[in-house]
């Protein structure tokens, strides 16, 4: 485990508690979503452990995308990232590994994240142990690489899955709602940058999609989002990063 993964685990494990929604998309499921009140429930009970958004003055935020690896949308989406010097956490589903690893690597290759989507994408009454340790052998086995980040199905919480999450040695990473774009239902390109411009803070961890289904918007919106807040001075970084740098914000740097 390289020593970045190590420091996280070390400082985001020890907590947990309950809660449930769900959002549709192609991959199936029920219809939900979890309000801000539900948030600030997860970030108090379990503030070690599920994380929607990081305390911080500083002008970062991270990006995350879903669903993939996908031939087509993935590469795009690292083109943009690499344009504009930005990273990004990856949460990949393990069939779509099987596929195309080789994007597995171009996706860790400038320096982006990977993090574990789940194997087949199920619904929470459907998530198993295997279903979450099969991803991670499917990414190390590719890159040589375990990841320590999850990103439940329709980002469904229950006390179950904390206790999967605990056990496979997993933090879960959320994401903020208020930039919750929904790009998975193709609203347009104007409205998935509004949503995420308008409405950014410091901290956020803003939730797209590279998989999953058509992501032309998501492509096409990506380069003005990114332009937009490079302007304003924001950093936009992979999860990882944006933990470690509160980190060194909060207590000092690390040796």
Known sequence: MNPLASLII??????LSQMDTLKPDIWGGGVSRIPASGQQLWEERAPH???FHVKTTKRIVALTFDDGPHPSYTPAILAVLHAHHAHGTFFVVGNE?????HILREIIRDGNEL????SNHPKLSQLTEKEIRSCDEL???VTGFRPVLLRPPGGHISDRLLTLSRKTGHVLIMWTWD????D???PGIRTIVQKIVDHVDPGDIIILHDGGGKRSQTVEALPIILSDLARRGYACVSVSELFRQTHIQREGPQK
Do not use: R, S
């Open 10 to 15: 070390a400082l985001l494990l020890p907590c």
């Open 49 to 51: 452990q599920v994380f």
């Open 97 to 101: 590994v099987k596929h195309y690893p």
């Open 115 to 118: 993090g574990n989507h789940t």
């Open 139 to 141: 990414i190390e086995d």
């Open 179 to 182: 930039v919750d774009a929904k």
């Open 184 to 186: 998975w239902m193709k």
